[in-house]
C-alpha cells in the first residue's frame, strides 16, 4: 500500500504561485506513475498534470501547459507541482495520485491510479 499527503495549497491572489508537495509513504513510488488531478466544487475531477517513473516524460492539461510543471524530487517519494500564473479558474482541491502499473506512460486517465491522497485546497483570488 502507498500513502500519499499533499500540502502546500492556500491562498494566492491570481498571478501568484504556489509549490504543491506530495510525500509517500508506505512503499517507494520511484517505479511509479504519478498524477495530479483537481476538483473544483460542483465539478467532476479533472487531470492537471503526470509524469511517468523516470521522469523523463510529462504530460499536461491545456488549460494549464505553459503555467504547471510536475517534478519528481531528489528524494525518491517526492512529487511536486509548480503552478505558476495563478487564474482564479485554477481554485480546486488538488490531488495527488499514484500509479502501479508497470509502464513508462504519464498517464491522465483516473482509472490508471489506484492510490490517492487526501487533497489540498489551493484557493485563487481575483
Known amino acids: 500500500q502507498v500513502q500519499l499527503v499533499e500540502s502546500g495549497g492556500g491562498l494566492v491572489q491570481a498571478g501568484g504561485s504556489l509549490r504543491l508537495s506530495c510525500a509517500a509513504s508506505g512503499r517507494t513510488i520511484s517505479s511509479y506513475a504519478m498524477g495530479w488531478f483537481r476538483q473544483a466544487p460542483g465539478k467532476e475531477r479533472e487531470f492537471v498534470a503526470a509524469v511517468n517513473w523516470s521522469g523523463g516524460s510529462t504530460k499536461y492539461a491545456d488549460s494549464v501547459k505553459g503555467r504547471f510543471t510536475i517534478s519528481r524530487g531528489n528524494t525518491k517519494n517526492m512529487v511536486y507541482l509548480q503552478m505558476n500564473s495563478l487564474k482564479p479558474e485554477d481554485t480546486a482541491v488538488y490531488y495527488c495520485?499514484?500509479?502501479?502499473?508497470?509502464?513508462?506512460?504519464?498517464?491522465?486517465?483516473?482509472?490508471?491510479?489506484?492510490?490517492w491522497g487526501q487533497g489540498t485546497q489551493v484557493t485563487v483570488s481575483s
Open positions: 495520485a499514484a500509479s502501479s502499473y508497470a509502464s513508462s506512460t504519464a498517464y491522465s486517465s483516473d482509472s490508471m491510479y489506484p492510490y
